[in-house]
């Protein structure tokens, strides 16, 4: 073993010692996921970082498509990287444990490239904490040949400028083909000995979409940014993206990870288009992401079919910019609706637009049981809407929410803007009215109970946009405004989210700043910034002292800028022009709205278009429909837009149907004992899925699997004793069910035996009443504690009870035996009358009189659950067979083993 490995079996155990057992939640820091890549033979590593926590970096969809990318090239391999929450990061730092990815738990600096996405501005921070804590230096100028080469993507990166010291290369555009250039460009020059500066000039000199700060020098002129320059000749300027003309099926994962714990988005991701030419002017995302490019929908429908087998996910989204733009939506909707509701999966849309929005569509998502419908009307009014080039009307909107009020919904969502240019107090009237009038046409309809939840987010302007000259509301404006909303709502039924305007001029100031930014950026880390974009960590004061510490002001950066003034960002080319984006902006203040140049045709000249690789991939143009209805499919006809409807299936899924019981025991080992219970019950409903089995699911409006599981293991605790029932359509030999559960288990996870069992009345849970514990701990006086704690009759412990009053318990008649063993001591605890049991840990902190944190170093597996009735203790996997020769009497459960030390109350 070569001392890198010696080093990171180190690190594996140091994680599991004095990581896991003391963080809220363990699950983000253990991986072992579902389709985890691990390649031991890789030439070159990459770490995917992203500067947030596990739950909302799993949500991103980009890093599953490089995950996947990477992975695939023979010689390269990704794993993940997430920042650490507080708590890891305090043990991490006291214990110098340094930052590690979750495949291999190798520590950053091991990596020969460690890659960021940059999704938003306010993680910036979480970046260079993450640079830190995996023992690499902060800034690109201070690395040597031994460091890994830092690279960042993403959206924000389209202003690179703030975080220009920290990244010695950004990757500028669409990954999926760049990426895999750049590492082969790293691999190839490294084995020739070349430095990192040979390897990232050549980078920037030949890869399209490479920008390497270092060779290109700022000019200001009496403070005032004049524009930048290259120091080699050979490098480009201005510095262009990478575009995919087309979003091919390689690119996307056909087995992507799915992780243990809940995350943020916890469904398939399903990307249908890449791009959005509606041509809001606020918006950055739709700027540079030009042009649009659909996927096939024979793609998208072979991709979900094997998502769904490969995963076992039973909800799904759409993912894009506008879902309702997709030009084969009606068609995509007809043939994933088939495929969902046989797999019993829930689709979402998480993007619509009133005017596409459809019977069909409601009906589609209705069906999967979305409770919350969302639209962004962005602006109060319709001149409003104008100046910011929104499409969709008053009208269009009205439409759709009585769409979704007749189709059940009782909760809409609505997103405006504050600050927006040429905003009078009208338009911040406009935003209530719009919301009081979806209420009155609730009760139009005699809906009494609708909820409309109004979130008002302040303007920022964007780089790359039409209104990249303008200026940001003051925080005292933007106070103001929302206060004058508040004031002025007085309908209940409308509850008002206002953003924080601090918050907003913080996503200003690192949006549109110059490399000074960088200073304060790494000023404010240093004073103990980090996950600014929590709401309760940002500390906006703390920012204000670094910008102050580097001379800078905060109106340098919200301020409106000049026609002719040269941006930070103006050397970045990401497809759109700025001369169009000025007109566009000159267009907004004369409320002149330009139409999407999509389904009219119409090209605007904003330059995203090459017309010859690059350009506009609408799949109602170029694909044949190819509608799988048949006779039994209905049409929903709404305007011009047709939805397919297959009515066989909710027959199908309406009918009672036989189902055939089982029980199951199991073990939660290794890794999976940092798992939740509801993440057990979320992981198994997935297995089964995988597995291919028909699980039977329970009636009504949101069908759940028909399971009922043993009761929660505390997490920390392994187990070789879990239980679950479980009901399937299909009559199954149990061997059977074994043998297609075991090759999709989880590192931890082994099923002991499975037995059929009669259809049960009463829940796994409210049956089992006694437990066993082995607690693998032993100390010279430890029969001395055993005995002593056995003496006592009554051990007093406060419990809050449901009403949330404090009340003591006895502890102790809990307990009913306790064994010592050669490495320990078993105990039993038998709940009482009423089902209640103490929680373990404290029955082991009584027992060895000891501290939370003691106790939590110490190894506990649960060993035994039973059905404790009439005198004798059962196993419950006996119990269904009346394994009579197994049943346990109380106080003399090893009687037969001879060896140990019983101690027992009873
Ligand atoms: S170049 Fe023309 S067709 Fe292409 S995205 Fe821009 S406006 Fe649309």
Redesign the pocket.
Known sequence: MVNGDRLIEKLKMEIEEKILPFVEKPGRYIGNEFNVVVKPNAKIRIALCFPDVYEIGMSYIGFKILYNIVNKLEWASAERVYAPWVDAEEIMRKEKIPLFSLETKRPLKFFDVVGFTFQYELHYTNVLNMLDLGGIPIFSSERNDDDPIVIAGGPVSCNPEPMSAFIDAFLLGDGETLLPKFLELVYEMKKNGASRDEILLTAGRTLQGVYVPRFYEPVYENGIYKGIKKLDDSLPLPIKRNVVPELKPEYYPDKPIVPLIEVVHDRFQLEIMRGC?QGCRFCNAGMIY??VRERSVDDLINETRQVIENTGYDEMSFVSLSTSDYSLLPELMDRNYKLVKEKHVIPSFPSLRPQTYTEGIAKFIREGGTSGLTFAPEAGTERLRRVINKQSSEEDFYRAVEIAIDYGWRLVKLYFMMGLPTETYEDLDGILRIAENVVKIARRKKVYNMEVHVSVSPFSPKAHTPFQWERQNSIEELLEKARYLRERNKCRSIKLDIRDPRVTTLETILGRGDRRISNVIYSAWKKGAKFDAWTDKMNFDLWMEAMQENGLKVEDYTREFGKDEVFPWDHIFMGVLKKFLWRDRQKAYKEAMIPD?RPEDI???????DFKTI??LIRSQIDKTNSQSDTTSEVVKIGEDAIFVDRSNFKENNRQVKTYSYRMKYTKEGYLRFISHLDIVRLFNRIFRKSGLNVAYTQGFHPLPKFSFSPPLQIGFTSISEYLDFELVENLEPEEIKNRLIQNLPDGMRIIEIVRIEKQSKSLDSQINLFEYKVYFNSNDLAEKITSFISESEILIQKAGSNGKIKLINLRKYVKDIFVENDGFRFRLMRDENGSVPRVDLVIEKILDLDKKEVKKIKVERTGQFIFRNGIAIDPIDEVENKIGVFYEEGNLYQHEGQRNAYSSS
């Not at 090209?603 to 278009?609: F, L």
Request: glycine share 8%.
């Open positions: 030419t030009r042009p140049c090209c605007h000249a904003c330059g995203a278009c350009k506009m």
